[in-house]
């Protein structure tokens, strides 16, 4: 027996720093691997922010996981071949020690050197057969890491693909909906058309005669002459017996369009060109406003319902002339009406 040590104890340190460059290596490996697998996990638990970028990124994770796996196998391999030519090389010893007993004597110190190597090389067989299993049990657990990454690649695809249905049904609703909307707007608009169409020829009865109120458009005009004297937004008698009219015309309408129909009559009051610098109105952005308010406000006063009325000031800048002529100039000084949608 302690020949045989002896004999071990030389080959094992023959050996034994390959060993310890393979297995340091491997270690290094593994360690890599794991955190590529640290890496895998943080990505699997962006589903929600990155589905794609995390599947794309675990794909080529396993392509290496797969590759090093690979090499793993093969160290592995050579590892086994280099402890099959130690066991030939110790069989090799032992049949030389077998031959040495068979020597006088004077042949005891050769017998000695061969009996230690033999006991270094069994040694070092040892801790190479520990080493290789040990390189086994790490290889199977990187192939359960990979198994544990394929089936979270799995749960992603389905995640993602339930995701993407949701989406696709959702779209689906939504240009439902959109065309739905879109159907009721245009029905409502038609209606809003036809009621302004009777508006306005109810309008024109009422004012029937007077040069000074016309239709443009889908705009009713009342020139502000017959509304406010000049540099005013004070109505005049002949102005507020417009407005009874008016207001109740638009009573009428109220009674006639649909709640559903979400509609105003906005009131626009427009200067011409010539400039205005009073206390009361500084310019003619203060004037086209407050005439427009004077109008709202006599209207509610007469029964109009105020969420159904807009004013709005444009002061000179909306003129229906461009020229600067006495005729132009009072055409541009008006109070407009326009039934519209909210």
């Given amino acids: 027996m302690a020949r045989g040590r002896s004999r071990r104890g030389a080959d094992y340190g023959e050996f034994w720093p390959g060993y310890v460059d393979a297995l340091s290596t491997l270690l290094l490996v593994v360690t890599f691997l794991m955190s590529i697998f640290m890496l895998a996990q943080y990505f699997a638990t962006q589903e929600a922010t990155g589905k794609d970028t995390a599947l794309k990124r675990l794909n080529r994770q396993i392509a290496e996981l797969t590759s090093i796996l690979s090499l793993e196998r093969g160290k592995t391999k050579s590892a086994e071949d280099e402890l099959a030519a130690l066991q030939a090389t110790l069989a090799s010893l032992q049949e030389e020690n077998n031959k040495l007993s ?12 061969a009996e230690a190597r033999i006991s270094s090389l069994s040694t070092e067989l040892d801790s190479q057969k520990e080493i290789s299993s040990e390189a086994l049990a790490k290889v199977d657990l990187l192939n359960q890491q990979l198994l544990a990454l394929r089936r979270q690649i799995a749960a992603l695809n389905d995640a993602l693909e339930a995701s993407e249905q949701k989406d696709r049904e959702a779209q689906d609703r939504i240009k439902d909906l959109g065309e739905r909307l879109n159907a009721a707007l245009a029905r409502q608009v038609q209606e809003l058309k036809r009621y302004r169409s009777d508006f306005f020829g109810r309008l024109r009865e009422l004012l029937a005669g007077r040069k000074d109120i016309r239709v443009v458009g889908d705009r009713f005009i009342f020139q502000s002459e017959v509304l406010f004297p000049s540099g005013s937004d004070q109505m005049t008698p002949e102005g507020l017996a417009a407005m009874d009219q008016l207001a109740s015309a638009i009573v009428e ?18 200067t011409d060109a010539q400039p205005i610098n009073t206390p009361e109105f500084p310019s003619n952005w203060e004037l086209s406003v407050a005439r427009a308010l004077s109008v709202v406000k006599y209207l509610i006063s007469r029964g109009v319902s105020a969420k159904r009325l807009v004013a709005a000031g444009y002061g000179e800048f909306a003129p229906l002339e461009q020229g600067n002529d006495f005729d132009s100039l009072r055409k541009n000084r008006r109070i407009e009406l326009k039934l519209t949608n909210r």
């Avoid at 068979?102 to 050197?113: Q, R």
């Avoid at 309408?253 to 427009?270: C, N, Y």
């Fill in 102 to 113: 068979g020597f006088a004597l004077s042949g005891d110190e050769a017998k000695k050197s």
């Fill in 253 to 270: 309408l109220e009674r006639q369009i649909p709640k559903e129909i979400d509609w105003a009559l906005q009131v626009d009051g427009h």
